[in-house]
T-cell receptor
Framework: EAGVAQSPRYKIIEKRQSVAFWCNPISGHATLYWYQQILGQGPKLLIQ????????DSQLPKDRFSAERLKGVDSTLKIQPAKLEDSAVYLC??????????????FGPGTRLTVL | GENVEQHPSTLSVQEGDSAVIKCTYS??????FPWYKQELGKGPQLIID?????GEKKDQRIAVTLNKTAKHFSLHITETQPEDSAVYFC????????????FGPGTRLSVLP
């Protein structure tokens, strides 16, 4: 079974520029998550999708971050404009069942973003 | 909201020794506690999990214990091997409200040969 795919793996941009990350979850997984992992910290949830609907985006900085999952499969996360503090690894994860169940989240390798 | 603390932040053990990592959580409604292992340049990978109706779970060299009253849970790795070296994260979740994990800050485990 193919894992969660993310691209690009690395991105370096200057502050105030925009950037987009792409995620393709495991086939058939209805739930998709985007996490931000700052160096030395645990992952922090940014947004959770169930199919193509948003379940939780309470920690997404909506003035600069946006995410979509139009067809309920792959997803993009965008930052515009980027700030220095956005430097982090952005992880995508997916899980197979609905929100009210115990099920494993499978993580992709992440995209390491450096904002100069 | 939920807050998860994790100790120690770094841990070095000799190969063959045991390693213990401890986490505490703040929300008594949390009912699912996974442990993830993250190797350099990779995403976290689930190694074991425990639900709030269970006090202990074991899988070969790895075990997790949960004390709901004290709101803490621990990861135990026995007979450590160099390939166990990684960063370990605990997390807490309220499954009935969506699987929104709150992760601890992580423990960097080094197993010395």
């Amino acid at each position: 079974e193919a894992g969660v795919a993310q691209s690009p793996r690395y991105k370096i941009i200057e502050k105030r520029q925009s950037v987009a990350f792409w995620c393709n979850p495991i086939s058939g997984h209805a739930t998709l998550y985007w996490y931000q992992q700052i160096l030395g910290q645990g992952p922090k949830l940014l947004i959770q999708f169930q199919n193509n609907g948003v379940v939780d985006d309470s920690q997404l900085p909506k003035d600069r971050f946006s995410a979509e999952r139009l067809k309920g499969v792959d997803s993009t996360l965008k930052i515009q404009p980027a700030k220095l503090e956005d430097s982090a690894v952005y992880l995508c994860a997916s899980s197979s069942l609905g929100v009210s169940s115990y099920n494993e989240q499978f993580f992709g390798p992440g995209t390491r973003l450096t904002v100069l | 909201g939920e807050n998860v603390e994790q100790h120690p932040s770094t841990l070095s053990v000799q190969e063959g020794d045991s390693a213990v990592i401890k986490c505490t959580y703040s929300d008594s409604a949390s009912n699912y506690f996974p442990w993830y292992k993250q190797e350099l340049g990779k995403g976290p990978q689930l190694i074991i999990d425990i639900r709030s109706n269970v006090g202990e779970k074991k899988d070969q060299r790895i075990a997790v214990t949960l004390n709901k009253t004290a709101k803490h849970f621990s990861l135990h790795i026995t007979e450590t091997q160099p390939e166990d070296s990684a960063v370990y994260f605990c997390a807490a979740s309220k499954v009935d409200y969506g699987q929104n994990f709150v992760f601890g800050p992580g423990t960097r485990l080094s197993v010395l040969p």
